[in-house]
Nanobody, 124 residues
Framework: QVQLVESGGGLVQAGGSLRLSCAAS????????VGWFRQAPGKERDFVAA????????GYADSVKGRFTISRDNANKTVYLHMNSLKPEDTAVYYCAAKWGTMGWVVPSRYNYWGQGTQVSVSS
């Protein structure tokens, strides 16, 4: 089992920045890719960004490219999502999730472990 806990959400004005953290605990985290997803009220859970175990491979949704950056610190079992130039449409609950390998990492059902989510609200 891998337990994931997100933190860093909050209320920010449009154009502002936030850094989300995803802390892992439990069994070894080695080899796991981590993705960030978000879900707004009444909408499906959408892919935001993902990073491979080594950090060499990253992927982003078109809507966040150039604004969000995903990174990881394997020594501390933490993955970050740096969010800049936030827009009201970025408002959602943000979840981190872990899966073995990078195949299909944009698909929520491919992930084995999920955190509880953290709310991000961007005011206009």
């Amino acid at each position: 089992q891998v337990q994931l806990v997100e933190s860093g959400g909050g209320l920010v004005q449009a154009g502002g920045s936030l850094r989300l953290s995803c802390a892992a605990s439990g069994r070894t985290f080695s080899g796991y890719a981590v993705g960030w997803f978000r879900q707004a009220p009444g909408k499906e859970r959408d892919f935001v960004a993902a990073i491979s175990w080594s950090g060499d491979n990253t992927g982003y949704a078109d809507s966040v490219k150039g604004r969000f950056t995903i990174s990881r610190d394997n020594a501390n079992k933490t993955v970050y999502l740096h969010m800049n130039s936030l827009k009201p449409e970025d408002t959602a609950v943000y979840y981190c999730a872990a899966k073995w390998g990078t195949m299909g990492w944009v698909v929520p059902s491919r992930y084995n472990y999920w955190g509880q989510g953290t709310q991000v609200s961007v005011s206009s």
